[in-house]
């Protein structure tokens, strides 16, 4: 029956007896009982149930080889009534002393499957201990097992295993010294491979290490496998030594090590992606490109360029592309993007539409000026017409409208590409775009007169498609209409191609042929009617959108979340989501200048320095004006970011209102709620203020959390604009209801929430976005009430949202012979302020310098002529102030 089975037919016959063997007394016949049934057997079958008495007196029983196929059938099937059944039983024979490491290993597997499929059967609360016991064991076996079943358990719930991290970090201290490990467990001289890597596994389930003792050994082990993992000729070698060392890299990401470790890590993979085994550097360029979201990793990743660009080459280029992507910003976008430009004409056909639309967005993030972009543009067109969507070109005609200065420069570029003999018919679009509304631009320069201009696209009239032809109207009729004075002799050629077009079977060119001509017999009214384009409202770039909504696995998907949280060029108009709600739309950003301060600025500050209130998420607090701040990252946000001391005490409502509402110095605040006492019974998880200052700095993350929710965040900033995604995960098998969401934020923001669903289903995740504007300067920080019911627990909480001041900071080098005039030319207080901070511990300068640029502020290294002093530079965005320069020096 079996060999019937496997190969290929219908086995509906039979079963009964496979069950009735499974109770035979002797083990062949039982043996064949169990394989069969399992084999043709699924989960829901009916004659299961007549077994289930039969497999649960096996594991219960003496006999270890019936114990051994009893568990093998039940972790193959894994129905739900065997873990209700046979649960209970296979967790007791998993912490028997006196069973046998090969039945307690499989115990363990079994157990795992029926959790992985029944989490909500498998009664494992108050497992930790349990857990924790079974890691000490010695045997190997029964260890990996084990470490498979934590990996699970932990990935649901790591706050209940917390008891286990030590014992995983003694576990991979073993191995790594390879202490009292069996030669059966040395593959090619490596100490377990397998549970190295599910050790290593598992401890990525914990958001961080507290302990220092045990923080510092893991980090003693990490360092030892980065420093003894090389490329050897062993084929079975390298596969399990790169496993152990990829799920290191991978760990060492997640505790975000010293800087030290890190181009320790990237130095490692620089030696991958030089060998010639394409497979090694391919897994060397993919863990690279997954690297680019650790914090400083990026500059070190710089420093292998040249090596990634020659990985172009491969046969398989998508992970150098990843990488190229992920790593480009303003310093090395041009080189970047001009390498991709020439590697097109030659690169495979199934890559040429990724690798343009990606040039494309680098083009437009990261262009040194719009020249520039305009020029690459149209050489991704010219090199790769075919393969260039209408996103692209669409995109460079918005920024030709949008800025008057670039207009003449694209009309001379695309003529030069129209007078080639051979042009993409994609070229011939926006050649008649740009060339319609402003060739008149031109009409000064040699070879550049409306007829001339006329006769160049009209050679291209008979090699397009009819979607190309109503574009080629639309600018003969707006050349007709900039020449002036007339021209009878091209008004009689355009009016002729007019008249040959009005019966033409296209409803959309012959619609077109019939106004234009008769547009033509208006005259002088032409001008009115045919005007130049208007801009084009602001709004995200389309390209953008694709690269971040596309299906990506998990290192592209690391490229394309860099790629949203890098800080774009200067040079391009920076763009944003339209408006919710029929709002009106954003004031537009110009290209950046370095002007003076505008004289709207005034002394009035809209925040107390010498008294400020703390506002915890989830408290609100009063701090003593003359209390030093430890927290320096409080200092450089403000008073609304500085923590309170420990006794300080809650503020009653009367006297937050009254400090709100008296004098000058008065904070703005409506982002200030006065908070009751906490009556919730449900704990927080982890410190919620800590939360905060974490998302200050960057730009996703968890910002809170309890036993039935989590609430994160994922955020972006352009400019004076920012669009946050607030992401509300229900962490249990049943609905969280009453949820609200209310924000409150203070008057400097302009804030738009979108509806948050009322429940929110079981084991499910929902998205609100949250859109926001920046008015004025101000420290103020918005709050965001929310509350929500589980079971008889009502939960309330406020909680600060990272929405600020140096989010909306966008950093911009300037040169000596800038900087210091700058500098000079602001006297003193408002513009100029100085500030001497106490109570912190002493930094590097390469410590300061980090945390300058974390907060968005560019380091100028060498600039000042004092080595000791830090000179940063960064401008700040706001509706009244549109781009204000800032300076710094520490």
């Known amino acids: 029956m079996l060999y019937i089975y496997m190969l290929g037919y219908d086995v509906d016959f039979g079963h009964m007896e496979a069950v009735s063997l499974i109770s035979a007394p002797k083990y062949p016949e039982k043996q064949v009982g169990y394989i069969v049934t399992s084999c043709l057997l699924n989960e829901n079958h009916d004659f299961l149930r007549l077994a289930i008495n039969t497999v649960r007196n096996d594991i219960i029983g003496r006999n270890e080889t019936f114990q051994c196929l009893a568990l093998t059938m039940v972790g193959n099937i894994g129905g739900r009534e065997f873990a209700e059944s046979l649960a209970p039983d296979v967790q007791k024979l998993l912490l028997s002393s006196s069973c046998r490491p090969l039945v307690r290993k499989k115990a363990a597997l079994c157990l795992l499957r029926l959790y992985r499929k029944n989490p909500d059967v498998v009664n494992v609360d108050g497992w930790a201990d349990r857990m924790a016991q079974l890691l000490d064991e010695r045997d190997l076996g029964v260890l990996t097992s084990s470490m498979s079943l934590l990996v699970a358990l932990v990935s649901n719930n790591h706050e209940a295993y917390w008891s286990c991290l030590p014992k995983c970090v003694k576990t991979l201290e073993r191995l790594a010294r390879n202490q009292d490990i069996p030669q059966e467990y040395t593959y090619y001289g490596i100490p377990s491979p397998w549970l190295q890597v599910k050790t290593m596994r598992a401890l990525q389930y914990f958001p961080t290490i507290e302990d220092p003792y045990t923080r510092r050994t893991l980090f003693e082990v990490l360092q030892r496998i980065l420093m003894g993992t090389d490329v050897v000729k062993n084929v079975n070698k390298n596969n399990a030594s790169h496993a152990v060392l990829f799920e290191a890299l991978a760990l060492v990401m997640h505790l975000d090590a010293e800087k030290e470790m890190m181009s320790q890590c990237v130095a490692l993979l620089g030696k991958f992606i030089a060998v010639r085994e394409p497979n090694i550097r391919y897994l060397g360029l993919e863990n690279m490109t997954r690297m680019l ?109 949008n800025n008057d200065d670039l207009q003449p420069y694209a009309a001379a570029k695309v003529k030069e590409y129209l007078e080639k003999p051979a042009v993409h018919e994609t070229m011939v679009k926006v050649s008649a775009y740009i060339l319609g509304e402003y060739s008149h631009l031109l009409a000064r320069r040699p070879g550049c007169s409306p007829k001339e201009i006329f006769g160049i696209l009209h050679e291209k009239l008979p090699t397009v498609s009819t979607t190309t032809i109503p574009i080629l109207l639309s600018a003969y009729a707006k050349i007709l209409m900039h020449t002036q004075p007339p021209d009878q002799e091209l008004q009689s050629q355009i009016w002729a191609i007019f008249n040959k077009y009005e019966s033409c079977i296209d409803a959309e060119i012959q619609q077109r042929a019939v106004e234009y001509f008769a547009l033509c017999q208006k005259g002088a009214a032409l001008m009115d009617i045919l005007a130049e384009m208007p801009k084009f409202p602001e709004r995200k770039s389309s390209l953008i959108k694709r690269a971040e909504y596309s299906e990506a696995d998990t290192a592209e998907q690391s490229a394309i979340k860099l790629r949203a949280q890098q800080q774009p060029s200067n040079a391009l108009v920076v763009t944003d989501q339209p408006p919710a709600n029929g709002a009106t739309s954003p004031v537009p950003v110009g290209p950046l200048s370095l002007a003076m301060v505008p004289s709207m600025i005034t002394t009035e500050d809209h925040t107390s320095t010498d008294q400020a209130l703390s506002q915890q998420n989830g408290s609100l607090t009063k701090v003593d004006p003359q209390h030093p701040s430890a927290d320096l990252l409080g200092d450089l946000l403000g008073p609304l970011a500085i923590e309170g001391p420990p006794g300080a005490t809650v503020q009653s409502e009367h006297n937050a209102v009254s400090r709100l509402e008296g004098g000058p110095d008065a904070v703005d605040g409506s982002a200030i709620v006065p908070v009751e006492e906490q009556r919730n019974t449900v704990q927080p998880i982890g410190n919620i203020a800590e939360r905060f200052h974490a998302l200050c700095l960057k730009d996703s993350g968890v910002l809170y959390e309890d036993p039935y929710i989590q609430i994160g965040i994922k955020a972006e900033w352009r400019a004076h604009h920012g669009r946050l995604v607030l992401f509300l995960g229900n962490k249990n098998t049943a609905p969280l209801v009453s949820v609200q969401a209310l924000m409150l934020p203070p008057a400097h923001l302009k804030m738009e929430l979108s509806l948050v669903p009322d429940t929110i289903p079981p084991r499910a995740q929902v998205q609100c976005p949250l859109e926001v504007v920046n008015l004025r300067p101000s420290r103020d920080v918005a709050v965001l009430d929310f509350s929500y019911k589980f079971g008889t627990n009502m939960v309330n909480v406020k909680l600060r949202l990272p929405a600020v001041l140096n989010k909306f900071l966008q950093p911009i080098p300037v040169p000596a012979e800038e900087f210091f005039p700058q500098w000079r030319s602001l006297s003193g207080p408002p513009l100029k302020l100085q500030e001497v901070v106490r109570g912190v511990r002493p930094m590097p300068l390469p410590e300061m310098a980090n945390l300058l640029n974390s907060f968005r502020l560019m380091t100028c290294p060498g600039l000042d002529p004092n080595p000791n002093n830090l000179v940063a530079s960064t401008t700040f965005y706001s509706e009244s102030t549109h781009a204000m320069l800032c300076l710094v020096r520490n």
């Open 293 to 401: 979201m650790v914090t400083d990793a990026q500059e070190i990743i710089k420093r292998h360029q040249a090596q990634i660009i020659t990985s172009l080459k491969d046969p398989d280029i998508r992970r150098a592309l990843d990488l190229l992507y992920g790593m480009c910003d303003v310093t090395n976008a041009k080189d970047i993007v001009e390498e991709l430009l020439q590697y097109l004409s030659s690169a495979d056909f199934t890559m040429r539409e990724e690798l343009s639309l990606k040039a494309a967005i680098l083009a437009e993030k990261f262009a040194p000026d719009l020249s520039w972009y305009v020029d690459v543009i149209f050489q991704l067109i010219d090199k790769a017409g075919d393969f260039i969507s209408d996103d692209i070109w669409f995109r460079v005609v918005q920024f030709v409208t």
